[in-house]
C-alpha cells in the first residue's frame, strides 16, 4: 500500500504557516499589544507621524532589549550565557514581528499625508484585525464552530483593545 498524497499547500496555507510561526507566541501577543499602546500614548506628544513612529518603534526596542536580558539572566545558570542570549532573542523576535503591521500601516498613513489622528486610527485598526485573527486561529484550533471562532476573534480582539485602552489611560 502506498502513502497517502498530500496536496501541497496553497499560498494562503503558506501564508497562514509563515503569520503562525511568528505572530502567535505570548511575547508577540505582548509585542503587538505594548507598540500599539506606545503610538496611542505618543499621538499625545508628536508632532508628525515620523516623530510618533521613531518614538514608538524606540520604546518598543527598550522593551525587547529588557525581555531579552530578562530572560537571559534566568536562563544563563541552566544553559550559559550564549545558549540563554539565543534562546532569549528567538523568544523574544515575535515582540518585534508583532510590530512590523503597525509599522507598515504608519509609514503609508505617513506617505500619504495622513493626520497623526488617521494614522493611530489605522494602527489600532491593524492590531485589532490581528488580535482577532490570532483569536480566530485559537478558537479554530480547539474545533470550536464558526460562530465560536467568530465570537473568539472579536472578543479576542477587543480585550486586547482594551488592554491598550487601559495602558493608554494609565500613561
Do not use: K
Not at 531579552?68 to 550559559?80: D, I, K, M, N, P
Amino acid at each position: 500500500m502506498s502513502a497517502p498524497v498530500e496536496n501541497p499547500p496553497t499560498p494562503w496555507r503558506r501564508v497562514l504557516a509563515w503569520v503562525d510561526v511568528r505572530f502567535r507566541s505570548p511575547a508577540a501577543i505582548y509585542g503587538l499589544i505594548v507598540f500599539t499602546a506606545f503610538v496611542t500614548i505618543a499621538e499625545d506628544h508628536a508632532e508628525s507621524i515620523e516623530d510618533m513612529l521613531a518614538t514608538s518603534v524606540a520604546s518598543l526596542i527598550v522593551f525587547f532589549i529588557a525581555h531579552v536580558f530578562a530572560h537571559t539572566l534566568t536562563e544563563h545558570s541552566e544553559h550559559g550565557f550564549r545558549a540563554a542570549l539565543r534562546n532569549a532573542l528567538r523568544h523574544g523576535s515575535g515582540m518585534l514581528y508583532a510590530s512590523v503591521p503597525s509599522i507598515i500601516v504608519l509609514a503609508v498613513s505617513w506617505a500619504t499625508g495622513a493626520t497623526i489622528h488617521d494614522a493611530v486610527d489605522s494602527c489600532m485598526l491593524t492590531a485589532f484585525i490581528m488580535l482577532a485573527l490570532l483569536g480566530y486561529h485559537a478558537f479554530q484550533s480547539r474545533r470550536a464552530p464558526l460562530f465560536g471562532r467568530i465570537l473568539g476573534a472579536v472578543a479576542t480582539a477587543m480585550l486586547g483593545i482594551f488592554i491598550v485602552i487601559l495602558e493608554y489611560g494609565f500613561h
